[in-house]
T-cell receptor, first 111, second 114 residues
Framework: EAQVTQNPRYLITVTGKKLTVTCSQN?????MSWYRQDPGLGLRQIYY???????DKGDVPEGYKVSRKEKRNFPLILESPSPNQTSLYFC??????????FGSGTRLTVV | AQKVTQAQTEISVVEKEDVTLDCVYE???????LFWYKQPPSGELVFLIR??????QNEISGRYSWNFQKSTSSFNFTITASQVVDSAVYFC???????????FGSGTKLNVKP
């Protein structure tokens, strides 16, 4: 089954403790992206990748890192999480720059 | 500037009523795509439709229909004979070829009461 898999679905962590949210797709897509969703703001792009080793900042990249060492994986790294990074995160992938398939989301709480 | 506006924050209807969700976008692009996504209470994003800027034909899929009007920069979504299962947050989105990125509206929460 074609899908984008994010883990974990839920995560509660403490301020400053490094964490990684994994994202994997099995569709051989070139394009992958991370978004965060906050009430009243819709989805905002954090980072995106057009292929292996090619990444670029989105609208809200501060406090986040990504890497694309393999085509299928695009992890999101929070080196020192802060409470303002409490949000619902989505990974997405596509064979084109548009028409993304989204993962199921990761609800992150930073206390 | 690229922008998507969903002015309706929340709508409540009674089952079987028709409901229209509004979406207005701003762009100077000539080539772009418009999308609607559904986010049920479980939280995942479900793709509903994609239209490109050159195709202004309205589309109907079961109880769902979409009205794309380039002249008013609108891409409205109508649910006919709404059902409780339609209760969700609906997002309109715009993809810009010039900037190679998505712009999402803030979402409209639809409550369908039995």
């Amino acid at each position: 089954e074609a899908q984008v898999t994010q883990n974990p679905r839920y995560l509660i962590t403490v301020t400053g403790k490094k964490l990684t949210v994994t994202c994997s797709q099995n569709m051989n897509h070139e394009y992958m992206s991370w978004y965060r969703q906050d009430p009243g703001l819709g989805l905002r792009q954090i980072y995106y990748s057009m292929n292996v080793e090619v990444t670029d900042k989105g609208d809200v990249p501060e406090g986040y890192k990504v890497s694309r060492k393999e085509k299928r994986n695009f992890p999101l790294i929070l080196e020192s999480p802060s409470p303002n990074q409490t949000s619902l995160y989505f990974c997405a992938s596509s064979s084109t720059p548009y028409g993304y398939t989204f993962g199921s989301g990761t609800r992150l709480t930073v206390v | 500037a690229q922008k998507v506006t969903q002015a309706q924050t929340e709508i409540s209807v009674v089952e079987k009523e028709d409901v229209t969700l509004d979406c207005v976008y701003e762009t100077r692009d000539t080539t772009y795509y418009l999308f609607w996504y559904k986010q049920p209470p479980s939280g995942e994003l479900v793709f509903l439709i994609r239209r490109n800027s050159f195709d202004e034909q309205n589309e109907i899929s079961g109880r769902y229909s979409w009205n794309f009007q380039k002249s008013t920069s609108s891409f409205n979504f109508t649910i006919t004979a709404s059902q409780v299962v339609d209760s969700a947050v609906y997002f309109c989105a715009f993809f810009s070829y010039n900037f190679n990125k998505f712009y999402f509206g803030s979402g409209t929460k639809l409550n369908v009461k039995p």
